[in-house]
């Protein structure tokens, strides 16, 4: 994040970056940046109470993300995207990668398919005042579609009930797709997910997901890592 606001505050004056609980560990990659860019990247230490997030969210123009292992969901997306925040997120397809689902490319914001690609992300979302206004708008009604209790709790019921009353995997599945719930990764869907950002991720990477989306692998994988502990 910080090498790629970098390169971008070289080139436009009026970029700004909010770090809230930086950590230390960043610190030289911060002191490394030229001191009129530094003087651009604002840190804040912590946020206490509804009051400062909003006042911290109200501040931006847009949500920077960036996360080594990804995210296995992200409430953080969520609240940048309820608050009108436009999410910039890069794309960890062989590690928890729920952000690109969670932000949507072109619906709660931009995906860039690595961290190379972060750069040109932040361009398109500067230069494009429309798309950053169109993609504002229709962020909230994107979480809110997805992920309100309104929306989740009765699928979570009927998911509850169906499992309940059935007494075999296969059976659970059936009754499950037949009222339209995922039972299944296929990987053309994950890829066109995967492949629909700014850029394009590595072949290595796509190799990984597609293995760990193989239902028998990951058994295997999960058996493998409570026998290690």
């Known amino acids: ?29 911060l002191n490394s940046l030229p001191g009129e860019i530094q003087r651009r990247v604002i840190t804040v230490p912590f946020v206490y109470g509804d009051s400062s997030l909003r006042m911290c969210y ?9 996360a080594q292992q990804g995210e296995s969901f992200g409430y953080v997306l969520c609240e940048a995207m309820l608050c009108g925040l436009p999410v910039i997120t890069v ?17 709660g914001g931009l ?10 992300a932040m361009e398109l979302l500067l230069s494009n005042g429309d798309l950053r206004c169109k993609l504002a708008a229709s962020a909230p009604d994107w979480v809110r579609s997805r992920f309100d209790m309104a929306e989740v709790i009765p699928q979570l019921l009927r998911i509850c009930e169906i499992s309940l009353e059935c007494d075999s ?18 990987w053309g869907d994950l890829r066109r997910t995967l492949n629909n950002c700014i850029g394009r991720s590595s ?13 028998a692998v990951y058994r295997q994988y999960r058996v493998l890592r409570e026998t290690l502990r």
């Open 1 to 29: 994040m910080l090498t790629a606001f970098g390169k971008m505050a070289a080139k436009h004056s009026e970029v700004y970056l909010l770090l809230v609980g930086m950590p230390a560990s960043l610190t030289r990659t």
């Open 58 to 66: 109200g501040a931006m123009d847009c949500f920077l993300h960036v």
């Open 91 to 107: 794309s960890r397809p062989s590690k928890d990668n729920s952000q690109v689902e969670i932000v949507g490319h072109m619906c």
């Open 111 to 120: 995906v860039a398919a690595a961290a190379r690609d972060l750069g040109n």
């Open 169 to 186: 995997r296969p059976r659970i599945s059936r009754l499950l797709e037949a009222e339209g719930f995922v039972t299944k990764a296929e």
């Open 203 to 215: 072949k290595l990477d796509l190799l990984i997901s597609k293995v760990a989306h193989m239902p």
